[in-house]
């Protein structure tokens, strides 16, 4: 099992619509976990961390679910701007060091 | 204005030659780390570095080396002994306190031929 996976999509999503992605992650010892935004030819941008408790910022929500080891990414009410590859990274412990592990992204194209 | 400089943007370089790129932070952050992106595919780590003076290799060293002797800056040296040279070459810098969020400068896109 690969240790960050992500469906590659591309997702294709009708503008306003709800779109929603996972990540599995295989260590269970993972400590943090974040959505990156990487636009296309660009460097990856924090969209946000993934907190247990789940986090929202206005049309984002982020949860964690440690039982099932996976993050999901909501997208609410998709602007054309949304399209993008979200990256997810889990920053797990390995030998007592911290080492971050990034997906390969899910392509997102929100359709006019 | 805090964040990270990578220059140049785009580099070209004929196949045998040495290439330096320049990692410039001004967040106060302790850790820096160099990624390789190839198109369609996810970053690899090539070194990082989690304080002045001491440096680890990541997944993909080979080819790579690096130098941390100032917090500030994190070089990146691509040799001729690296097979597949070109490459999306992105830096990044996080503190060391957690949750290590890691952020991003703009990256060098450089061609060998």
Redesign the interface.
């Known amino acids: 099992r690969k240790e960050v996976e992500q469906d590659p999509g591309p997702f294709n999503v009708p503008e306003g619509a709800t779109v929603a992605f996972n990540c599995t992650y295989s260590n269970s010892a993972s400590q943090s976990f974040f959505w990156y935004r990487q636009d296309c030819r660009k460097e990856p941008k924090l969209l946000m961390s993934v907190y247990s408790s789940g986090n929202e910022d206005g049309r984002f929500t982020a949860q964690l679910n440690r039982a099932s080891q996976y993050i999901s990414l909501l997208i609410r009410d998709s602007k054309l701007s949304d399209s993008a590859t979200y990256l997810c990274v889990v920053n797990m412990k390995r030998n007592r060091d911290d080492k971050i592990i990034f997906g390969k992204g899910t392509r997102l194209h929100i359709l006019p | 204005d805090g964040g990270i400089t990578q220059s140049p943007k785009y580099l070209f370089r004929k196949e045998g030659q040495n290439v330096t790129l320049s990692c410039e932070q001004n967040l106060n952050h302790d850790a820096m780390?160099w990624?390789r992106q190839d198109p369609g595919?996810?970053?690899r780590?090539i070194y990082y570095s989690q304080i002045v003076n001491d440096f680890q290799k990541g997944d993909i060293a080979e080819g790579y080396s690096v130098s941390r002797e100032k917090k500030e800056s994190f070089p990146l040296t691509v040799t001729s002994a690296q097979k597949n040279p070109t490459a999306?070459y992105?830096c990044a810098s996080s503190n060391n306190r957690?949750?290590?969020?890691?952020?991003?400068?703009?990256?060098t896109?450089l061609t060998v031929t």
């Open positions: 780390y990624y595919q996810g970053l780590l999306f992105l957690g949750p290590y969020e890691q952020y991003f400068g703009p990256g896109r």
